[in-house]
C-alpha cells in the first residue's frame, strides 16, 4: 500500500512519483487551552515528526526531494539558508543518511545563542558549508556554487530555501491530507482558520491546495516572517497551482483542484525588523505559550505565528469558527 495518503488520493501517482517516509504520521492534533482567546483553539504539531522525534515539519519536505533527487542520480544536495538555517540542517542530516552530500549557502542573520549553537551543528553534520553573507553574493556564487558541487556531467540537485519547491510543497500537502482524515474521524472540528509561519512559502501553498484536496473549508493565515522574498498570496497561490501541474505533470487526475484565490490571507505586521529580528510581541508569545500552555517555541517563526494569532483573535478577526495553530518548531 502506498506509505503516503496523497498516493492513496492519486494511486496514479505511486510509479512516477517516489516518497521516503521519514517520520512518524500522523502528527498529533489537540486543543490548546490556556490562552484566553475568544476563538476555539487547537493545534496540529509537528514538533515531533521525524526520524527519533527530531526535525519538526521540514523533513515533511525531504520525503518527497530526497527521493527524486536519487531518482535523478544526483550525489550533491545544494541548498541554502540563513546562519541558523533549521532547514539546512535538517537536509544535511537526513542527506547524510542516504549517502547524499550537502554543500550549504550560508547568508546572515542577526547572531544569538540559538545560531551560534546551531552553527555548530551545521559544521559537525558533515555538510560543506559557504559563508556568502548576503543575498546578492549568494546569487552571484551560484555557478561556481554548481561547479564546485558537480560530480563529472552530474550537476547537484539544488532544492531553492526551505525546500520550497513545487515538488518539496507536496510535504504540506501531506499534512492537510492528514488533517481532513482527523477531522473526519472527529478528533477535532472543521478549523475556520489554520495559522502558520511563512519564512519561504512552500508550507501555506501546500497547505492550501492539500485543504482543497482533503475537501476542506479551512483557509490559511500565513503570518510572514521572512522580508527577503516575496510571499504575498498571490505568490503562493502561484506556488500551489506549479504543484498542481507537477502532479498532473506526473499523471494525478485533479480536476478543480486549485485552491481559491481567498484560500490564503497573508499577515506582514509581526515581522518586526526583518528576518529572525525577535519581536517584543513575539516574545511575549513566546513566553506566554510556555507559561499558560507548555508550548514550546522559537523567535524566527512559531513565535511571532502565535503572536499574530493572539493578536488578531483580540481584535475579532478571526470570527467564524475554530482556529488551528500549525506547531512547526521541532527539536534540534
Known amino acids: 500500500m502506498p506509505s503516503s495518503l496523497l498516493h492513496r488520493r492519486c494511486p496514479e501517482l505511486t510509479d512516477s512519483l517516489p516518497f521516503l517516509r521519514l517520520g512518524k504520521a500522523p502528527t498529533p492534533v489537540r486543543r490548546l487551552p490556556g490562552l484566553g482567546t475568544r476563538a476555539e483553539l487547537w493545534i496540529k504539531d509537528e514538533s515531533g515528526y521525524g526520524d527519533g522525534g527530531w526535525g519538526g515539519n521540514k523533513v515533511r519536505k525531504l520525503e518527497w526531494l530526497l527521493p527524486e533527487a536519487r531518482r535523478r542520480g544526483a550525489r550533491t544536495i545544494l541548498t541554502v539558508g540563513g546562519l541558523g538555517t533549521n532547514w539546512g540542517l535538517a537536509a544535511a542530516r537526513y542527506a547524510g543518511e542516504l549517502g547524499l552530500g550537502v554543500a550549504l549557502g550560508l547568508i546572515d542573520q542577526p547572531v544569538d545563542a540559538h545560531v551560534r549553537d546551531q552553527l555548530e551543528r551545521l559544521r559537525a553534520s558533515g555538510a560543506t558549508l559557504h559563508f556568502l553573507h548576503d543575498k546578492t553574493r549568494l546569487v552571484l556564487a551560484a555557478p561556481w556554487l554548481f561547479a564546485r558541487h558537480s560530480h563529472g556531467l552530474a550537476l547537484p540537485y539544488y532544492l531553492p530555501a526551505g525546500g520550497s519547491s513545487p515538488l518539496g510543497t507536496l510535504g504540506a500537502v501531506e499534512i492537510a491530507l492528514e488533517l481532513g482524515a482527523q477531522v473526519e474521524a472527529g478528533e477535532l472540528p472543521e478549523p475556520a482558520w489554520l495559522v502558520t509561519a511563512v519564512g519561504s512559502g512552500g508550507t501555506a501553498a501546500g497547505l492550501a491546495l492539500g485543504l482543497r484536496l482533503a ?33 498532473r505533470a506526473r499523471g494525478a487526475d485533479l480536476d478543480g483542484a486549485e485552491p481559491a484565490p481567498d484560500a490564503i490571507r497573508v499577515e506582514t505586521a509581526w515581522l518586526g525588523d526583518g528576518y529572525a529580528h525577535p519581536t517584543r510581541t513575539g516574545d511575549e508569545a513566546l513566553d506566554r505559550a510556555s507559561a499558560q500552555a507548555g508550548l514550546t517555541l522559537e523567535r ?33
Do not use: C, E, I
Not at 517563526?301 to 483580540?314: H, P, R, S, V
Not at 478577526?317 to 512547526?328: K, N
Open 300 to 332: 524566527t517563526y512559531t513565535a511571532k505565528a502565535l503572536a499574530a494569532l493572539l493578536d488578531l483573535d483580540a481584535a475579532g478577526r478571526l470570527d467564524g469558527g475554530p482556529v488551528l495553530f500549525l506547531q512547526t518548531h521541532g527539536p534540534r
Open 215 to 247: 475537501g476542506l473549508r479551512t483557509r490559511v493565515l500565513g503570518v510572514v516572517v521572512n522580508d527577503t522574498l516575496r510571499l504575498d498570496p498571490a505568490a503562493l497561490l502561484k506556488l500551489a497551482r506549479r504543484s498542481t501541474a507537477l502532479l
